[in-house]
């Protein structure tokens, strides 16, 4: 089945500064590749997802970029600040397994 | 509109006891999903239902556990005998469709479980 890792699993940045999370995942029929931010004591909510088919995409200040060649897509946060502070996680899902497989998820405390 | 609701939001068990969690899908969503994330953990799949076809369960940890989807629905999982181990967050996601039109999932708030 799909295996999907995460990294960093906690990541500190100062207020302003750029975040990266990387994800790697195993089964090449994965087609959907979705963010997810969690706050404490609440559910995960979509932030962003890309499609195979796509290289990249933005918005505002967050970009996602995926490379089906060496399976590995990222999340890109510019101009952070302190209500980014989060855990986030990346997912995998193939249409033919109707199902998304997360990564561990990565801490994110922007600080002030 | 109104996003995907579960209920209880917290629930205390004792070792041993069955409980019943809920989740109310975004309406005309007709996939729903159970995860269940334990503490400091990324979520794991337990069980799938999309309209009427028969649920994929391949994520279920024991025969302990089960779900079920009425009308295509209200979804209710089910844990017989609890044990200490089930204590997670038990969150449900529903999507437009399980099929290629659609495979955005959209999160409940989480039922968390603590059994003593």
């Known amino acids: 089945g799909e295996n999907v890792e995460q990294h960093p699993s906690t990541l500190s940045v100062q207020e302003g500064d750029s975040a990266v999370i990387k994800c790697t995942y195993s089964?090449?029929?994965?087609?959907?590749f979705p963010w997810y931010k969690q706050e404490l004591g609440k559910g995960p909510q979509l932030i962003i997802d890309?499609?195979?088919?796509?290289g990249e995409k933005k918005d505002q200040r967050i970009a996602v970029t995926l490379n089906k060649t060496a399976k590995h897509f990222s999340l890109h946060i510019t101009e952070t600040q302190p209500e980014d502070s989060a855990v986030y996680f990346c997912?995998?899902?193939?249409?033919?397994?109707?199902?998304?497989?997360f990564g561990g998820g990565t801490r994110v405390l922007v600080k002030p | 509109g109104a996003g995907v609701s579960q209920s209880p939001s917290n629930k205390v068990t004792e070792k041993g006891k069955d409980v019943e969690l809920r989740c109310d899908p975004i309406?005309?969503?007709?996939?729903l999903y159970w995860y269940r994330q334990s503490l400091g953990q990324g979520l794991e799949f337990l069980i799938y239902?999309?309209?009427?076809?028969?649920?994929?369960k391949s994520g279920l940890p024991s025969d302990r556990f089960s779900a079920e989807r009425t009308g295509g629905s209200v979804s209710t999982l089910t844990i017989q005998r609890t044990q200490q181990e089930d204590s997670a967050v038990y969150l449900c996601?529903?999507?437009?469709?399980?099929?290629?039109?659609?495979?955005?999932?959209?999160f409940g708030p989480g039922t968390r479980l603590t059994v003593t």
């Open positions: 997912a995998a899902f193939k249409a033919a397994g109707n199902k998304l497989t």
């Open positions: 890309i499609r195979s088919n796509v």
């Open positions: 089964d090449s029929a994965s087609n959907y």
């Open positions: 309406s005309g969503h007709t996939a």
């Open positions: 239902f999309q309209g009427n076809s028969a649920p994929d």
């Open positions: 996601a529903s999507s437009f469709s399980g099929d290629r039109s659609s495979y955005e999932q959209y």
